[in-house]
């Protein structure tokens, strides 16, 4: 069995992960979508003491079966490093973080929990160079430090995941990107978490 834990990004909520979830279930695999922080306060996604409290919540729920990939979109990359370790703590059999199009936050969760991830897979696909990627930064740090880890999609944006070509994409990110772009995107990281998968890469 495999769980894939999705997490949004910043100002988002599950439903946005909603086309995302239903590829990872044609796939056989369950997909848990949890709130990561509310809409109306987002920057508890920053908040170290939340995110512990939000694994502690996913460990309880007994929705962590089998093998378990954590997917981040933008900031929920970050919210993912800083949850993984403490899955793994909690004896939750973590195979793997993938970002898409990931930011680390403020408080640099990424680069604090990168220590504790040493023996744990990352990959990364990324959309080129935007303002919602912070230009690349975060890919350039992981071909830095795990070099071949990143995807980089041409034409992709940073909302892509979603499938829906958001307003806010379009004009705080210059997404420009179609259905196929999406698509491309979604498949990307299907394989993505394929790869990290004994037996199905």
Known sequence: MTTVVALHGFTRAPRHLASFSEACQRQGW?????AVAPRFLPVLMNSRSHLDHLAERLVDSGRLAGQVVIVGHSAGAAAGSWIAPRLIDRRVDVRGLVYVDGNDSP????????????????????????????????????????????????????????????????????????????QKVQHAVIRTIHSLLPGLA
């Open 30 to 34: 369950n997909c848990v979508r949890p």
């Open 107 to 182: 408080n640099h969760l990424i680069e604090q929990a990168l220590p504790r991830l040493d023996s744990l897979p990352i990959r990364a696909v990324m959309a080129p160079p935007s303002p919602c990627n912070r230009q690349g930064r975060l890919s350039r740090l992981l071909e830095a430090r795990r070099p071949g880890s990143v995807e980089i999609i041409p034409g992709a944006g940073h909302g892509d995941i979603e499938m829906l070509g958001a307003a806010v994409y379009r004009r705080v990110c210059r997404d420009s990107g179609e259905l196929v772009t999406w």
